[in-house]
């Protein structure tokens, strides 16, 4: 009978496994875990915003732009993909960058949001973008409605409860979506309560610059991961975002080679 033998061949593997331990205890708390011999324990070094885990008594990563690194981006380093769909591998002959892509496009944005070149340039939506929002918010937008058109907005409320967006800056086109436009508007009230005309300018201009940048745990293709380093590239204060974090860690050549003890 095919159907017995089945049975008992199917209760007698079951039987054997049930004596074997497939799935190992986990460590008890406190305990030592087990390291190969010859292996250094990794203690997790302290870097701006990022935490790396590299071998005691080695070197730790560096900002781009200190000590040595005169360029932020050499003229031969290329992209060669993503971390987390956050940071841009950057390699070249001397070692490797990690870029933050969401710092690092928003200082390319901010810039480009400063330079008299770029103003008042604005490109034109295919089809105007209405966004609900509070009623507050509209008294907001018709306040700062002079300098969103300095910047290339083309934005005014759009009865009781909406504002209607007809065109973006040029250099913020990642604004053409409801959501970021949305987001934008939300933080008037943010730039609303900064001191002086000056202080609210800038605000405004971190702001955009922020929200129409490429953002954290967006995929990219190579050719716009190699973009973003063309546009770092003409940056005047390319180490950090507008708000001060780090845009770039730096790993040279000599400091993977002692990490890996080939040095």
């Known amino acids: 009978d095919e159907l017995a033998v089945y049975e008992f061949v199917k209760e007698g593997v079951r039987e054997a496994l049930s004596k074997v331990r497939l799935i190992p205890e986990p460590a008890r708390r406190g305990a030592e875990p087990r390291r190969p011999p010859g292996v250094t324990p990794l203690t997790p ?3 701006g915003q990022v ?3 590299v071998s005691e008594g080695e070197p730790s990563p560096r900002r781009a732009g200190e000590a040595d690194d005169e360029l932020p981006l050499p003229r031969d380093a290329r992209a060669i993909g993503q971390v987390l769909d956050t940071y841009v591998v950057v390699e070249h002959p001397d070692g490797l960058f990690l870029l933050d892509q969401h710092a690092a496009h928003e200082r390319v944005v901010f810039e480009a949001l400063k330079s008299t070149i770029v103003a008042h340039a604005r490109q034109s939506l295919l089809s105007p973008i209405s966004i609900d929002v509070q009623p507050g918010m509209l008294a907001r937008v018709k306040e700062f409605a002079p300098m969103l058109s300095e910047l290339g907005f083309d934005m005014e409320p759009f009865g009781a409860r909406a504002v209607l967006v007809r065109a973006v800056p040029v250099v913020a086109g990642e604004l053409e979506s409801a959501e970021r436009l949305h987001d934008l508007v ?3 009230e943010r730039v609303g309560k900064a001191k002086g005309l000056d ?3 800038d605000e405004l201009l971190h702001r955009v610059a922020c929200h129409a940048a490429i953002r954290a745990g967006e995929r990219l293709t190579l050719e716009r991961m190699e973009r973003l380093i063309v546009e ?3 940056l005047k204060v ?3 975002c507008p708000h001060g974090r780090p845009v770039a860690i730096s790993l040279s050549k000599r400091d993977l ?3 890996f003890g080939r040095a």
């Open 257 to 259: 080679e002692r990490m």
């Open 51 to 53: 935490k790396l885990a």
């Open 45 to 47: 070094v302290e870097f």
């Open 232 to 234: 770092m590239r003409r």
């Open 186 to 188: 939300d933080d008037l």
């Open 199 to 201: 202080a609210r300018r």
């Open 238 to 240: 390319p180490y950090t």
